[in-house]
Structure formats: structure tokens, C-alpha cells
């Protein structure tokens, strides 16, 4: 039996953080978040047809309620496609943060600047 892996802590991490919806696209290269989102009955994930939705759900979201925002993509194409929604947060002042997995995240908020890491 294997300990944690980096999917279950990045969403114990969004669980201390007030996360409670993931909207995105589970690529092949994100089943182990799929897994680590499933062990925990008080996220939801929202799937998307297109990385693009899924940004933009989760900006409608962010706007809507005020709370922290996640849009899980696969890198590559799936993290460009979140660019607009990702801009209009950081515009608007909201909290969304995207993943991928494979180590690409973008984070747009009140607080810093957004980041693009690879």
C-alpha cells in the first residue's frame, strides 16, 4: 500500500483553501486527481467538454459566489485554452487556479500576480 501521492495533496491543499468545485477535462495524464477528488465526498467535479468551458465555468462560478475557483486541464493545449478565463479573473479581481498534470499551473487572484510555473 502506497502512501499520498502529489494529486492527494494538491487537493488536501484545496479542501484548506475553501475549495469545493473542479470544473475542467480529466485527461488520461490527470486520472490520479480524478482519484484523489473522488476520496473526498465534499468536492464535486464539474467535467467540460472543452478546457475553454471548463475556464469559463469556473470564472461564472468564482463571479457568482465569491468563493475560490479550480479548473483542472492537461498542459499543453488544455492550459492555453484557459488563458481568456483566466485573464478575465485576474481582471475582475477573482480567485481561479488552474492545473494540469504535468506540472503547469496558472493562478489569477486579489493578492499576486498571475503566475504561469512549468
Known sequence: ???????????????????????????????????????????RFINAQHEGGAGNMALGYARATKQPAVCLVSAGGGATNIVTAVAQAY??????????????????????AAEVAN
Do not use: C
Not at 502529489?6 to 470544473?23: G, K, M, P, W
Not at 475582475?92 to 487556479?97: H, I, P, V
Open 91 to 112: 481582471r475582475a479581481w477573482l480567485r481561479l487556479r488552474g492545473d494540469s498534470g504535468s506540472g503547469v499551473h496558472v493562478v489569477a487572484h486579489a493578492e499576486a
Open 1 to 43: 500500500m502506497s502512501g499520498p501521492n502529489l494529486a492527494d495533496t494538491v487537493v488536501e491543499y484545496l479542501i484548506s483553501q475553501n475549495v469545493r468545485h473542479i470544473f475542467g477535462v480529466l485527461a488520461h495524464t490527470l486520472f490520479p486527481f480524478g482519484d484523489a477528488i473522488a476520496k473526498h465526498p465534499q468536492l
